[in-house]
């Protein structure tokens, strides 16, 4: 069991099973450790705004920081047009970086590496900017399929290709958070079976490995869920700024 | 009151800081391996809905495997396209 490199992504029940109208759902690890990420940032966050100092102390520094980083983030690739989606960008970005730091303790769950999640949210993105272009610019939006410049006798192939590639956005971001944190906790355990099975005098090697790809595995927990944020700041652009 | 006037000259800095910063966009990019990584999924991505979508009307229409195969190759193209618009991206952004 300890030696199988997939069985850190088991869902398993948590309690009693609660089934409503046929669909179960319980309560299991994967809910568990996505309400630890969100009760950890309700405190970061908290702790962080508790004291209002001029000059900030450790926790004020640091979501003082993270929320500069976002902002600009926001205001670079999306221009002020953005703005009011401010909040839902910057939870985003901070729950999916905080669902994969906890992911890189010890015994604990990833919730990211499971392609149900990172699917939902990729679609939940995906229908809210659809809606948002709608919105500004009504039937206008669907220009986006038909780039100008093009004959007339290849326009409808053309559509079909900017449909499909439209309709891969959700799949792409989804598939990328899902595919790096799955993969790296996949290495991560089978360095880690290796230093099991080769022992005192050739383990230390595949150990040194670890550890180099613990701090791998931090640098992609965050790099991904930036650019899961930054590719919907590019999305949301898009929808507001119609041109291609 | 020193303080106060002190604090301000430090603001106007900043903010004079912050405004050069933005408009030179020195963006750092991130690692070379999440890029490579972006221009794979997005490729692929638009292979399997493609694909997908081809399987769909298939069974709709029963008509297997034309459409299948079709929009195998439009999704190749699709994926392309993606391909071509991130790695535009990349270069405007560096």
Redesign the interface.
Known sequence: MATNPMHQFSVHRIGPEIKIAGIDISFTNASLFMVISAVAICLFLSLGTKQKNLIPNKMQLLSEILYNFIAKMISDTAGSKAKPYFPFIFSLFVFVLFCNMVGMLPYSFTVTSHIIVTLILAIFIFIAVTIIGFIKHGFGYLKLFVPSGVPTLLLPLITIIEIISYLSRPVSLSVRLFANMMAGHTMLKVFGGFVISLGLLGGWLPLSFSVALTGLEILVAFLQAYVFAILTCIYLNDALNLHH | MEEKED?KTRLKIAKSKLKSS?SS?S?ET??LM?SA??IG??L???V???TI?GFILDTWFDTKPWLIII?FF??S???M??VIRTAK?MQKEN
Do not use: H, W
């Open positions: 604090f933005s966009s963006r991130g690692s999440g990584f972006k999924t997005e692929v991505a638009a399997a809905v493609g979508i929009f439009i999704g193209a699709a994926g396209l993606n991206r």
